[in-house]
Nanobody, 120 residues
């Protein structure tokens, strides 16, 4: 089992920045893909950014050039740097880990989520 714990969410004004962290514990592996999903009220959960075991990154079109995903395998930590935040970025952000080397839409492990609220 892998446990994931997100931190770093909060309330920020539009144009501001936040850095989310996800600490992984348990049977972690650098071979797992990691990623960030988000779910806004009334919307489906969507994949925002992912990083493969080899370090390749994926970003949803809506956040390209705005968000940066990174991982520190030695520290078992995943990050999401979010800049130029907009009210439409408001959502609960979930960290996920997939035993596959590339993130799928059904990752094996989920964190509890952290709320990000962007005020206009």
């Amino acid at each position: 089992q892998v446990q994931l714990a997100e931190s770093g969410g909060g309330l920020v004004q539009a144009g501001g920045s936040l850095r989310l962290s996800c600490a992984a514990s348990g049977r972690t592996s650098s071979r797992y893909a990691m990623g960030w999903f988000r779910q806004a009220p009334g919307k489906e959960r969507e994949l925002v950014a992912a990083i493969s075991s080899g370090g390749s990154t994926y970003y949803a079109d809506s956040v390209k050039g705005q968000f940066t995903i990174s991982r520190d395998n030695a520290a078992n930590t995943l990050y999401l740097q979010m800049n130029s935040l907009k009210p439409e970025d408001t959502a609960v952000y979930y960290c996920a880990a997939d035993r596959a080397s590339v993130m799928t839409t059904t990752p094996n492990y989920w964190g509890q989520g952290t709320q990000v609220t962007v005020s206009s």
